[in-house]
């Protein structure tokens, strides 16, 4: 996968693991198995058995990378399980492999896990996970993303109580504007670049405020290409404003550090005293909050960042500083 540029590794997870280890931040929970229909409430049930499906039939080492859009027939998907493969992607760098389901699968019993410490009175809970899920809709995958790990979990915990979710990696969180579009006990809210210049290109703009019932509780800020870290957390804190006003029981943030300086993926230069804003700013709302790992691929700052981020979180939740 390397000559086509793959930064979603397996590297990134120890380099966050590497700093948060050096603290006594975390309280780690074993992860459990959940019903599939858990993804399949969000999900389309086609798309599910196709990944499933395409999955299981691939030998390790196999990897298969959409490059038939059938966009003009979406009626009749084609037969074929590889070809397929473009009728339910955004890209053509986002690979299917025999791993790609269970990793997402497990994604997402890891992000549950966390929502529900919440349910069970835990203040802040952390989903550590990949492959991400933010830009993964109703019926497609794409950006590394399979399911929507961050979505799941926004609906569990929408059965209780309003849920607020804000996206603050560098690309739009589509999926999630796309699965509660129509909604308004979920108000999805995203800071990123501006589509013109940043994936998907295709959502993410100021005019996107949902339909329907979810008319006005679908939130885009997006950014342009190079902004200071002053423009970034004015940003943050007119979203932060939108979402109290919503009054919401819970958070659920998708948390992506490609917003940093000199990430692969991202134009921006956030550095780790402006992550540790970002946190206790996140934090003074008071809420239940989730956060689940999305992107940030520099892992020579991706750990550094992430230590930065959580205390800052933990300052503002507990309200005192954390040395």
């Known amino acids: 996968m390397e000559e086509r540029g793959y930064v979603e590794s397996p590297v990134r997870i120890d380099a966050i693991l590497e700093e948060l280890n050096k603290t006594d931040l975390f309280q780690r929970i074993p992860v459990r198995h959940y019903s599939e229909k858990n993804i399949r409430a969000v999900h389309d049930h086609g798309f599910v058995d196709y990944l499933w499906k395409i999955c299981s039939k691939l030998d390790e080492g196999t990897a298969i990378y959409p490059y038939v859009f059938p966009i003009r027939n979406r009626a ?3 037969k074929d399980l590889p070809i397929r493969a473009g009728y339910y992607c955004l890209d053509t760098f986002t690979p299917l492999t025999g791993n790609a389901y269970l990793a997402a699968k497990r994604a997402v019993d890891s992000t549950i896990t966390a929502a529900r410490q919440l349910l069970q ?6 989903a550590l996970v990949r492959p991400p899920g933010h830009h993964a809709e109703p019926a497609a995958f794409g950006g ?7 979505a799941v979990a926004a609906h569990l915990l929408s059965a209780y109580r309003k849920v607020a979710m ?5 690309h739009h969180g589509n999926g999630q504007q796309q699965i509660f579009y129509e909604r308004s006990d ?3 809210v995203s800071i ?4 013109r210049f940043a994936y998907p290109y295709f959502s993410g703009f100021i005019g996107e405020k949902g339909k329907g019932n979810g008319n006005g509780f679908n939130i885009n800020y997006p950014l342009p290409e190079y902004i200071s870290s002053e423009k970034y957390l004015q940003t943050l804190g007119e979203a932060l404003k939108r979402i109290g006003r919503f009054r919401p029981r819970y958070l659920v943030v998708p948390l992506g550090f490609d917003t940093a300086k000199e990430d692969p993926t991202g134009s921006w230069s956030l550095e780790a005293d402006d ?6 700013m996140i934090g003074s709302l008071r809420l239940p909050t989730l956060i ?17 981020f959580f205390k800052g979180l933990w300052s503002a939740v507990y309200g005192r500083e954390y040395k």
């Not at 804000?166 to 560098?170: A, F, T």
């Not at 689940?292 to 930065?308: K, M, P, S």
Request: net charge neutral; aromatic share 16%.
């Open 275 to 280: 992550f540790r804003t970002i946190g206790n």
């Open 166 to 170: 804000l996206d603050i990696d560098y």
């Open 186 to 188: 979920v108000l999805t």
């Open 121 to 126: 009175g835990y203040r802040l809970a952390y």
């Open 292 to 308: 689940v790992q999305e992107g940030g691929y520099d892992t020579r700052v991706l750990g550094n960042n992430a230590l930065h």
């Open 76 to 78: 009749r998907p084609p």
């Open 192 to 195: 990123h670049g501006h589509p």
């Open 144 to 150: 590394f993303c399979y399911f929507n790990s961050a």
